[in-house]
């Protein structure tokens, strides 16, 4: 039946209902949108980060973050002592009207042509990428299923372990976590498996299970429309605009100021889970992923993590790993100065503090959340964790930012590199294998039973 059919149908057979009077349906038992909206908004000028109640002011972050992307802000940051006054007042009809401006301002700052994020190359499509990088060919991965399944399994066990250190620490500088706990070589809590970033790692799988090689961005975007129901920052965004039919790559365009954060990074080990030895592929998926949501260097982000994951079943050495990896980014790119900042910095210094400390100063126009700082943090506990997972995550944990992102991306390797035997018990016991998340389908489940439909996956794309 056509749609004018079926609107002539339903205005047809409606016959007219007369009140007593004037009914409750406009507010009885209805959920207060109104006030549901002024909460959400007043959450983004200034809240707390869910699992370590670190302070959180994303809208000034999108203010940052548009500038970090080369835009001049200058009428934007005229609005923030106005709308920290009108927060302040609760006077939320100004408050809600002078956050949309700011959007407004955001979207349409001119460019700064003197900027230094405008003197590196801009990266529109994977080909873009592949201009500029020759990736080394499949190395096959001759293993069995069993031994495909346990490596799944610890580098699992690994990223949700690391993600459950990083959660308690997350929103931090390395100065005031030293303060406040001292030498962080262990849970400081009972541990959780509840974390936003794997959510969208699960969504990504059941695409794959769903779509094979055929898989697109818009099949990936639409899995988070059913399946998610946690977002934040750009993937907040790019839902928000999936759900309005608006798809990939203008899901992660469209008014959206944190598309360069780390909402991408921290989801690109899955894609080298399936993609063992294949890092052109690991690539390449995490471009199909990452554009959802993110651009340019937030989408090179995720290439990062998804080649050191697809690597890291055919190398042995982290340090030798670390390197391939950063070898394999674009040379053009800011992201890639990024990671070689750090790594010279690795290079040069003996401690990771003093590594640290000159990546710290290097990225302090960066948020928190944005991917350049926990990239570099990731360099440096991998350069000076080399192949010690416990040592690995101290230094991670110790860098602050980002953590859980951070240590749960680069706690997977270890897991494929050297089996669950190398990560300590006290690390994967207080889990019993267990999972719960807030993605539909894996409220409640088990570690193992992720590893499985990632090895599903997995032969999916390479059968």
Not at 142 to 150: A, E, H, I, T, V
Request: proline share 3%.
């Amino acid at each position: 039946m056509k749609a004018w059919e079926l609107s002539k149908k339903l205005i047809t057979e409606a016959k007219p209902i007369l009140q007593s009077k004037e009914d409750l349906v406009w507010t009885e038992d209805k959920v207060d949108l109104g006030n549901l909206e002024i909460q959400e908004q007043r959450d983004r000028w200034y809240t707390h980060v869910p699992g370590s109640r670190a302070p959180d002011m994303v809208l000034i972050g999108a203010v940052q973050a548009t500038e970090n992307k080369g835009y001049d802000v200058t009428e934007a940051e005229k609005l923030i002592p106005v709308i920290q006054a009108a927060y302040d007042a609760k006077d939320n009809v100004n408050f809600l009207k002078l956050v949309a401006k700011l959007y407004h301002l955001l979207g349409t700052a001119p460019k700064n042509e003197q900027h230094s994020y405008w003197s590196f190359n801009y990266y529109n499509n994977f080909e873009d990428v592949t201009k500029e990088v020759a990736f080394p060919p499949r190395k096959v991965v001759n293993l069995s299923d069993q031994q495909l399944f346990d490596k799944l399994h610890a580098g699992w066990l690994a990223q949700i372990a690391g993600a459950a250190i990083g959660t308690i620490l997350e929103g931090y500088t390395a100065d005031n976590i030293k303060e406040a706990f001292g030498e962080v070589r262990d849970y400081l809590r009972e541990p959780s498996t509840f974390n936003d970033d794997i959510l969208f790692e699960l969504a990504f799988l059941e695409t794959i299970l769903a779509k094979g090689k055929e898989v697109t961005s818009e099949d990936i975007g639409l899995e988070w429309v059913g399946r998610i129901i946690y977002f934040w920052t750009a993937e907040e965004v790019a839902y928000k605009n999936l759900k309005r039919g608006i798809m990939p790559p203008m899901s992660a365009e469209l008014n959206n100021p944190w598309n360069e954060w780390i909402g991408a990074q921290m989801r690109g080990s899955v894609c080298g889970l399936v993609a063992p030895g294949n890092p052109e592929l690991a690539a390449r998926l995490a471009w199909i992923d990452g554009t959802v949501s993110h651009i340019n260097n937030g989408v090179l982000g995720e290439m990062f993590n998804a080649i050191l994951t697809s690597l890291s079943f055919t190398e042995t050495d982290v340090r030798e790993l670390l390197k391939k990896t950063i070898e394999l980014m674009p040379q053009k790119s800011e992201y890639y100065s990024v990671v070689e900042f750090a790594y010279n910095a690795c290079l040069t210094n003996e401690t990771w503090l003093d590594a640290w400390k000159l990546c710290e100063k290097q990225f302090e126009r960066y948020n928190w959340i944005h991917t350049y700082p926990n990239a570099a943090a990731q360099v440096v506990a991998l350069y000076y964790g080399g192949n010690s997972f416990d040592e690995c995550m101290y230094v991670i944990a110790m860098c602050g930012q980002d953590v859980d992102c951070n240590a749960g991306q680069i706690g997977t390797v270890y897991g494929i590199m050297f089996g669950k035997e190398a990560i300590d018990k006290k690390w994967t016991d207080p889990f019993n294998d267990q999972f719960e998340s807030l993605c539909r389908g894996y409220e409640k489940t088990t570690i193992s039973a992720i590893a499985r439909r990632t090895l599903e996956a997995l032969k999916k794309l390479n059968s």
